[in-house]
């Protein structure tokens, strides 16, 4: 097996997981690209999402989610993580309680 960059070897793994991982990775794709389109058609609101995100959706940046929001282009995005002091690479995940509050506080008026 071939090194990473760092010089290390990942851990073999069995057809069967790979194809697992790759499964999972596929519903995780598909789940995002089904909520982005819920949240362009207006279905779903971005606010509940960064509430409580699913465990699916952790992953996910933030301003991947906002881009996908109608009326929310590149520039306003940019200015709104500015705003809340959200670095544009952040993830659901990665959010503190501050920037989340800061943020939904910001989208619902």
């Known amino acids: 097996m071939a090194a990473d960059r760092t010089g290390r070897v990942p851990p073999a793994r069995s057809s ?10 596929n519903e995780i794709r ?8 819920q949240l362009a058609a207006g279905t779903i609101e971005l ?3 960064l509430a409580h995100p699913p465990a699916w959706l952790q992953t996910a940046r933030v301003r991947n989610l906002l881009l ?4 929310i282009g590149t ?7 500015t705003q809340c ?3 544009h690479s952040k993830t659901l995940a990665g959010l503190t309680d501050r920037q989340r509050r800061e943020l939904i506080n910001i989208l619902r008026r």
């Open 68 to 71: 996908a929001v109608p009326k």
């Open 47 to 49: 606010t509940s999402i």
């Open 16 to 25: 069967e997981q790979r194809r697992r991982g790759l499964e999972q990775a």
């Open 30 to 37: 598909s789940a995002r690209a089904t909520l982005k389109k």
């Open 75 to 81: 520039v306003k995005a940019s200015r709104l993580l």
């Open 85 to 87: 002091g959200i670095a």
